[in-house]
Every structure is written in C-alpha cells, then in structure tokens.
C-alpha cells in the first residue's frame, strides 16, 4: 500500500531531510513514524500527499507510482487519502458540520450525500450532537476528532496523521489513538507520525524511527520495514 525505494529528498539549500529511506507497508496495516523533532516525519508524510517531491527514489501508493500523477491529477490521488494535523486548522467561523463537509463540498459532491457522509463520520467520532456549534466551543480533544471526521469523511484508504497528540493529554491522546485503531479495523492503511514513545508502546503495533533522515530498524517496538 505504501512504499518508498531508496528516498532521498534534499531542500535547495542542500539539507537532506531524508536519506535513501526504504520501507514497505501493507494494505490494511497500522504502523507508527517516529524520531526526534527534525528527524524527517513529516517530510515522509509530505511526499505521501504530494506536498513535496522527492530528490531520488520512488514512492508508490495502492499501486501508483507518485512520479507520474502531476498536475490536476494530484487534486484526485489527495482524494484517496485522509491527512490530521497536530494543528487541526479548523475553521472557528464555521459549524463543525461545515468543517467536516469542506472536502466533500470541493470534490462536489451532492448534497443529500455530504449529509450523509458528514453524520457518519462525526458519529464514529462521537461528535454527531455537536454538528452545529463552532468549534471554538469545543474542548482541544473533540476540536482535534473534529479534525480526524473532516479526514475521513471522504472515505480514504490511507490516513496520514503528524503528531496527532502533540497537543493532548495522556488521555485524550490514547482516545484519539483508538479512534485510529477503529478506523484500521474497517481497512484504512493507516501512518502516524509522534514523537510520544510511551504511547507508542502502549499500543500493540510496528514502528519506523528516523534517525536525522536515516530510516533506522527499532528491534523494541517492531518495524513495518522490509
């Protein structure tokens, strides 16, 4: 589902964020990105979603290789993939309704399903009674699974999260790290990217660790590498 042969990504001023990272994650798996702050996460996650390219190498998605979707054809590959951020970025003028239709709304999608989609979604999140306030109204953990319905909605095969918890608690953390775990039974790839080791070994899934761009094996928590 997700894989990266020999990456290397260098920005102009000659700082190598990522250096010949290999790994392989399979369809359906769950696995954990983590390393020190600049180690390269979310550079990794960056050139999964096309915000960046690589410098060398090849990264392939469900199957396509990320080298040829250019253009207004990347705007439909983001459409297979879900993205949470430490920072939500959601909009505090809008109902958290507005906030998890927006992808659907610029995709185009009809109105009767952005509804339906938008319930669902805020139901797995348990935010369904909250669809019409302001998210400024919300406590940090339900304005951040209002951010995790608004990448799921549009039912992607991978979801993408860096560093999801950064901002939480021990406990709203692992509650958002269930959520994931939820979504990873119904089949959604899933990568997340923290630098919260304790959570991490809580949590019976494999890890990758960067170490300073370099992909290095961690024998405690398992890897997704192969």
């Known amino acids: 589902m997700i894989r990266f042969q020999s990456v290397t990504k260098r920005y102009p001023d000659n700082a190598e964020a990522l250096s ?3 790994f392989r994650l399979g369809e359906g798996a769950m696995a954990f ?3 020190h702050s600049g180690a390269g996460k979310s550079t990794l996650l960056k050139l999964i979603a096309l915000i960046e390219r690589p410098t060398q190498g090849e990264i392939e998605i469900d199957g396509l ?5 250019r253009g207004r054809h990347i705007a439909h590959f983001r459409r297979r993939l879900g993205i949470v951020f430490q920072n939500h970025g959601l909009l505090m ?22 509804a339906k989609r938008v319930h669902a979604a805020l139901d797995m999140v348990g935010l369904l009674r909250h669809e019409k306030k302001l998210p400024v109204t919300l406590s940090a ?3 951040q699974r209002v951010g995790i319905a608004r990448a ?3 039912k992607p095969t991978v979801l993408l999260a860096d560093e999801p918890t950064g901002n939480l608690d021990p406990e709203l953390s692992r509650e958002v790290m269930h959520l994931f775990e939820q979504f990873n039974q119904v089949g959604v790839t899933i990568l ?3 630098h919260d080791i304790d959570l991490i070994r809580s949590l019976d899934h494999p890890a ?6 370099k992909l290095s094996l961690d024998t405690e928590l398992g890897s997704a590498a192969e």
Do not use: C, K
């Open 192 to 194: 997340v990217a923290t």
């Open 141 to 143: 953990g339900e304005q």
């Open 152 to 154: 799921v909605v549009n």
């Open 33 to 35: 990105l983590t390393g």
């Open 208 to 213: 990758l660790r960067l170490d300073h761009g």
């Open 65 to 69: 290789n990320l080298a040829g979707i």
């Open 20 to 22: 010949s990272v290999s």
């Open 93 to 114: 003028d809008r109902t958290v309704f507005d906030n998890v239709a927006l992808p659907l709304v610029i995709a185009g999608f009809r109105h009767q399903d952005i």
